[in-house]
Antibody
Framework: EVQLVQSGAEVKKPGESLKISCKGS????????IGWVRQMPGKGLEWMGI?????????RYSPSFQGQVTMSADKSISTAYLQWSSLKASDTAMYYC?????????????????WGQGTLVTVSS | QSVLTQTPSVSGAPGQRVTISCTGS?????????VHWYQQLPGTAPKLLIY???NRPSGVPDRFSGSKSGTSASLAITGLQAEDEADYYC???????????FGGGTKLTVL
């Protein structure tokens, strides 16, 4: 069974750094792209970017999120990460990781087929 | 304002048929990029409902169907059930923005 399990909720102050995680199981973690999706409180879904765990240097960021966050992955422990170097109050949101359905040759035009349960990040002074 | 425009809300009585539209442009849906649909039940993660315009993943009831024409796509739900009450999102790629996009979402209320 394919599963993506995300790390727990975080409460941070503005200016702090943060790294949240997404552990995949039940499939070949290195051959499927992992994406991140933001959902601000009461708002819709926003596509942030995707990373290929088989080659962590292969990333595709949404222009809206380029430079604002960093995606990475550790294939030895089947885990993808999303990190911030300096959080802002506007980063308060639920963050979902999801698996791109097409293995290896996936593109940003492809759909996500499995989703994590979400990680709630709250940034407040 | 989302590049992919969805009606904010729709409603229907149990057993009825409803459609949810997703209107794009010549740089996304009209350029031939696939449209995908997700269902988000209250307080849960999104779930894939339709992929590649009109394909259902295993386990999704055939009450759900997708279609695409020109610069728009639609999700149809027949035999509406109380459990269908959720937010629905379309997704496609935009070549001008070089970005994958979600529509603004449509809240379905089952009366």
């Amino acid at each position: 069974e394919v599963q993506l399990v995300q790390s727990g909720a975080e409460v941070k102050k503005p200016g702090e750094s943060l790294k949240i995680s997404c552990k995949g199981s039940g499939y070949s973690f290195t051959t499927y792209w992992i994406g991140w999706v933001r959902q601000m409180p009461g708002k819709g879904l926003e596509w942030m970017g995707i990373i290929y765990p088989g080659d962590s240097s292969d990333t595709r960021y949404s222009p809206s999120f380029q430079g604002q966050v960093t995606m990475s992955a550790d294939k030895s422990i089947s885990t993808a990460y999303l990190q911030w170097s300096s959080l802002k109050a506007s980063d308060t949101a639920m963050y979902y990781c999801a698996r791109l359905s097409r293995a290896e040759t996936g593109t940003p035009a492809d759909n996500f087929d499995y989703w994590g349960q979400g990680t709630l990040v709250t940034v407040s002074s | 304002q989302s590049v992919l425009t969805q009606t904010p809300s729709v409603s229907g009585a149990p057993g009825q048929r409803v459609t949810i539209s997703c209107t794009g442009s010549s740089s996304n849906i009209g350029a031939g990029y696939d449209v995908h649909w997700y269902q988000q039940l209250p307080g849960t993660a999104p779930k894939l409902l339709i992929y590649g315009n009109n394909n259902r993943p295993s386990g999704v009831p055939d009450r759900f169907s997708g279609s695409k024409s020109g610069t728009s796509a639609s999700l149809a739900i027949t035999g509406l059930q109380a459990e269908d009450e959720a937010d629905y999102y379309c997704q496609s790629y935009d070549s001008s923005l070089n970005d994958s996009l979600f529509g603004g979402g449509t809240k379905l209320t089952v009366l």
